[in-house]
């Protein structure tokens, strides 16, 4: 059984900062994708950012891009998030998400992902 688990979500200031790492079990993530979203209440999971299977390919949404920075360790099995210069709009619930087989690509769509953690709330307040 896979198992995506979220931490380091929280409230912050605008401007501050906060890493949200993304642990998995029940499979090796090294050869796969490795998406983040995000979903604010009353409205659809949206895309953030997406990290390929050896980390040296890496997109982000443009409402995150120059702010954000997705990265991965496959040694220990987990995927991070950094995020700077947070503002009131990245205020939402956050998932990272693993592709179900090894594509060697890097996808910002909710369907190109077979497994998701529960998701960490990150509130930013003004």
């Known amino acids: 059984q896979v198992l995506l688990v979220e931490s380091g979500g929280g409230l912050v200031q605008a401007g501050g900062s906060l890493r949200l790492s993304c642990a998995a079990s029940?499979?090796?993530?090294?050869?796969?994708?490795m998406g983040w979203f995000r979903q604010a209440p009353g409205k659809e999971r949206e895309f953030v950012a997406a990290i390929n299977w050896r980390g040296d390919t890496v997109y982000y949404s443009d409402s995150v891009k120059g702010r954000f920075t997705a990265s991965r360790d496959n040694a220990k099995n987990t995927a991070y998030l950094q995020m700077n210069s947070l503002n009131p709009e990245d205020t939402a619930v956050y998932y990272c998400?693993?592709?179900?087989?090894?594509?060697?690509?890097?996808?910002?769509?909710?369907?190109?992902?077979?497994?998701w953690g529960q998701g960490t709330q990150v509130t930013v307040s003004s």
């Open positions: 998400a693993l592709e179900g087989g090894p594509s060697w690509g890097v996808w910002s769509g909710v369907s190109d992902y077979a497994y």
């Open positions: 029940g499979r090796r993530i090294s050869i796969f994708a």
